[in-house]
């Protein structure tokens, strides 16, 4: 039987995509936000597309800030976009 790849939904987009084509983030308990490379850090997490196009859409539509329930420091999306580069 083959194994089921686990599938999340894209917060900017709102497509299904198998797990390790997404990027996580994480608002930490301290209320950190950053990008959860692991998929293992502890806090309220999020999926977002690989894609700078999917970021750039999170950012207008604040899908991020609902999804963690937090504001998110510019600082993030910088350093986002250079991971996703």
Not at 25 to 42: H, M, Q, Y
Not at 67 to 78: D, K, N, R, V
């Amino acid at each position: 039987m083959p194994r089921k790849i686990p599938m999340r939904r894209c917060v900017a987009t709102g497509e299904r995509l198998p797990k390790k084509e997404l990027l996580r983030i994480v608002r930490t308990p301290e209320g950190d936000v950053k990008a959860d490379l692991t998929g293992k850090a502890n806090g309220r997490g999020a999926y977002l597309k690989k894609d700078t196009a999917a970021l750039a859409a999170a950012r207008k539509n604040k899908a991020l800030e609902r999804a963690l329930e937090t504001e998110i420091p510019e600082s993030f999306w910088e350093e986002t976009e250079k991971l996703l580069g």
